[in-house]
């Protein structure tokens, strides 16, 4: 059982930056992939970026336009993702996911979820 923690969220700017954590509670981190999605009020969650389990392989959706970076530190069970030139259609509730399998995009392929953080970007 994995338990996930998500913290960084809150009310923004467009243009300004945030960086959102994710914290696990495992002693397995390493072994999984893990991943970021968001979900906008009467929309479906999607995919915003997946880390591998070392870290070394990222992917990220191909609306963020470079503008996300997801990175990880297995010593301290910790994944963030670096949200920068936030825009308005950003907002949304954030969730951390971690999967037994590779990155993944789809977010069913991901077992363990958090309670989600708010991001709010005003124009």
């Known amino acids: 059982q994995v338990q996930l923690l998500e913290s960084g969220g809150g009310l923004v700017q467009a243009g300004d930056s945030l960086r959102l954590s994710c914290a696990a509670s495992t002693l397995t981190f390493s072994r999984y992939a893990m991943g970021w999605f968001r979900q906008a009020p009467g929309k479906e969650r999607e995919f915003v970026a997946a880390?591998?389990?070392?870290?070394?392989?990222?992917n990220y959706a191909d609306s963020l336009e470079g503008r996300f970076t997801i990175s990880r530190d297995n010593s301290r069970n910790s994944m963030t993702l670096q949200m920068n030139s936030l825009k308005p259609e950003d907002t949304a509730n954030y969730y951390c996911a971690a999967t037994l399998y590779t990155m993944r995009r789809n977010p069913l392929e991901y077992s363990y979820w958090g309670q989600g953080t708010q991001v709010t970007v005003s124009s």
């Open positions: 880390i591998s389990g070392s870290g070394a392989n990222t």
